[in-house]
């Protein structure tokens, strides 16, 4: 599956997005702390399978945990590994070991365990550090707080940890100034339910709304997911996006229109919005978005990359884009740049281009959603392999 040819052309159909991968790393942690050894019915992706092997390895005794390319696994176990005083190494893959990792600075140790305490973290850098420490400080003896130094950002991320954190007997209080959490508690297992993914259903919506008409299955009408918010955002644009019972109905009606979004809660359904851009009337802008180029890559410029390579009116800043859209885009050959959601966004695009897209290595997919092509073929005009 190294290149894949995407045709251009209205897309209609149903789908069934798979389970939100940020629920499901939260709960198969605070399964494995609260000692529940079955088997999960997880969907499964890389990411997913990296938390499943590191917290086997937790449990076993093992003295390497391999994350993959999946900042979420290493974030959230180093301090959970810490907290049980496990001896372990911790490797990564692809540009993981690359990205921001403020543990080594922050990390209270003792005695080979983390420490109760102050923890001082700047609001602005990935919330899974944040989240990390939520998951491994009730465990501990003493209690903590996490004190923010900047405004949030990826708040919604923060807040669905401490939802799934409660259904599993964990109490944490929020405050002005950050998070409080009493040391010494249990977790406590509970069947938790894991709702559809946004913000992998947002690449179907985004295809409805520049051309389709695409029923989206396994989406909650209220969402822990900050990518819920998609819906509001693509209504911003003109198109039509709503709720029939619990399916979520996207559909392209009329020409779209220029927007500003701000982008520090929304992260990973940027690259997609600016596809969604590309195609409206007038200029959009996408800022606060600079985070974005520390992920598995430089996601700006890889969008700049992908939109300008079919023909797009683009320009790159340091924190996000502006794009001049509603000029027809010819297609063309992109790269996926390594990055499962560029590849993604590529294929969204190709649905409006005069000739289609031409994706290369579109298997990075597998990282989060490996039955995206699937889905996409169940749609009328699908896809073809090709070079």
């Not at 990564?92 to 140790?109: M, Q, S, V």
Request: with cysteine; proline share 3%; aromatic share 8%.
């Amino acid at each position: 599956m190294k290149n894949i040819k995407i045709n251009p052309g209205f897309r209609s159909g149903i789908i069934k997005v798979p389970q939100s991968k940020s629920i499901a790393h939260r709960v198969l942690i605070c399964a494995a702390l609260s000692n529940y050894n079955n088997i999960l019915d997880i969907d499964l992706s890389q990411d997913i399978s990296a938390t499943i092997e590191a917290l086997k390895v937790l449990k076993t005794g093992g003295d390497i945990i391999n994350c993959g390319e999946s900042a979420s696994t290493l974030r959230f176990i180093m301090p959970v590994a810490a907290a049980l005083g496990a001896s372990v190494i911790f490797t990564g893959e692809g540009r993981l070991t690359e990205r921001p990792n403020i543990y080594p600075e922050i990390l209270r140790i003792k005695n080979g365990r983390l420490q109760s305490g102050k923890y001082y973290i700047p609001g602005n850098i990935s919330s899974q550090f944040i989240s990390g420490l939520l998951f491994a400080l009730p465990i501990i003896d003493g209690d903590s707080e996490i004190i923010l130094t900047s405004p949030a950002e990826s708040e919604p991320y923060v807040n669905m940890t401490v939802q799934v954190l409660s259904e599993f007997g964990v109490n944490i209080i929020k405050d002005k100034t950050g998070y409080k959490i009493k040391g010494g508690q249990e977790y406590k297992y509970t069947d938790y339910k894991i709702e559809g993914d946004y913000s992998q259903g947002a690449f179907f919506a985004c295809m409805a709304a520049i051309n389709g008409d695409i029923k989206i299955c396994g989406l909650s009408a209220v969402s822990l997911q900050g990518d819920s918010k998609i819906i509001e955002i693509l209504r911003g644009f003109g198109a039509a996006v709503d709720f029939d019972g619990d399916i979520l109905h996207a559909v392209k009606c009329g020409d779209l229109q220029g927007i500003k979004i701000d982008a520090a809660q929304i992260p990973d359904i940027v690259p997609v919005l600016a596809v969604v851009a590309a195609y409206a009337r007038g200029e959009s802008m996408i800022y606060n978005a600079g985070r974005l180029r520390l992920k598995e890559s430089d996601r700006i410029h890889a969008v700049y990359e992908l939109l300008t390579g079919i023909g797009a009116d683009v320009c790159e800043m340091r924190d996000g884009l502006i794009i001049k859209g509603g000029n027809k885009l010819r297609g063309g050959r992109v790269k996926s740049f390594g990055d499962h959601r560029i590849a993604m966004s590529a294929a969204v695009a190709a649905v409006g281009t005069e000739s289609g897209i031409i994706i290369d290595d579109m298997a990075c997919m597998n990282k989060s959603y490996p039955g995206f092509l699937k889905d996409f073929e169940g749609l009328n005009n699908g896809f073809c392999m090709g070079k």
